[in-house]
């Protein structure tokens, strides 16, 4: 079964720190990759998504994540963090080539506390 | 642009209730999608919706159904309500063969 594989549950840094947030996925086939935020009491919000092209994708408030297809990996970088990126990350997978590529699946997310 | 809106906030219920969850989808979107997030674990898939069909099924049980209404908008029924049940209930709503979700804030169920 396909799986999405977040390795850290928590992940504590201090302002103006760098931070990765760590995510792998289990398939060999072609896969859409999506990075999702939660913050407090809402709903999920699309922080960034590779579909093609180039393997490095970025957001609009400095996020970026890189696809690496031999590790199966899609880990989340920030260079410097703001206390406001304190929120749930969610990193999840639908793929190509399935009846229904709407369909996303999951990690477990990780909690990004930053702290003054 | 209207988003993603979904109703009630939040709802408590006890054991062997029924709950009907509503959720009107973003302008120009035909699919809606709903997942279940329980506590500190990340949203999973229970259906999705497109023209008013069921468009694919994740691992739950038949009580739990819903509908698709011919402006968009949806509904999420869970019947003999559990323990277990007790999550945010996230609607999404997309563009077929979009592929990009946008998500309501969610129903917080409760039962007791």
């Known amino acids: 079964a396909q799986s999405v594989t977040q390795l850290d549950s928590q992940v504590p840094v201090f302002e103006e720190a760098p931070v990765e947030l760590r995510c792998n996925y289990s398939s060999s086939v072609s896969v859409y990759l999506f990075w999702y935020v939660q913050y407090p009491n809402q709903g999920l919000q699309l922080l960034l998504k590779y579909l093609s092209g180039s393997t490095l994708v970025e957001s609009i408030n400095g996020f970026e994540a890189e696809f690496n297809k031999s590790q199966t990996s899609f880990h989340l970088r920030k260079p410097s963090v703001h206390i406001s990126d304190t929120a749930e990350y969610f990193c999840a997978v639908s793929y190509q080539g399935s009846y229904n590529t709407d369909k996303l699946i999951f990690g477990t997310g990780t909690r990004l506390q930053v702290f003054p | 642009e209207t988003g993603v809106t979904q109703s009630p906030t939040h709802l408590i219920k006890t054991r062997g209730q029924q709950v009907t969850l509503r959720c009107s989808s973003q302008?120009?979107?035909?699919?809606v999608s709903w997942y279940q997030q329980a506590l500190g674990q990340g949203p999973q898939f229970i259906f999705q919706y497109y023209r008013e069909e069921e468009n694919g099924r994740g691992n739950f049980p038949p009580r739990f159904s819903g509908l698709q209404f011919p402006n968009y908008s949806s509904e999420l029924n869970v019947n003999a309500l559990e323990l277990d049940d007790s999550a945010l209930y996230l609607c999404?709503?997309?563009?077929?063969?979009?592929?990009?979700?946008?998500f309501g804030e969610g129903s917080r169920l409760t039962v007791l």
């Open positions: 999404a709503s997309s563009a077929k063969n979009g592929g990009e979700l946008f």
């Open positions: 302008s120009g979107h035909n699919t």
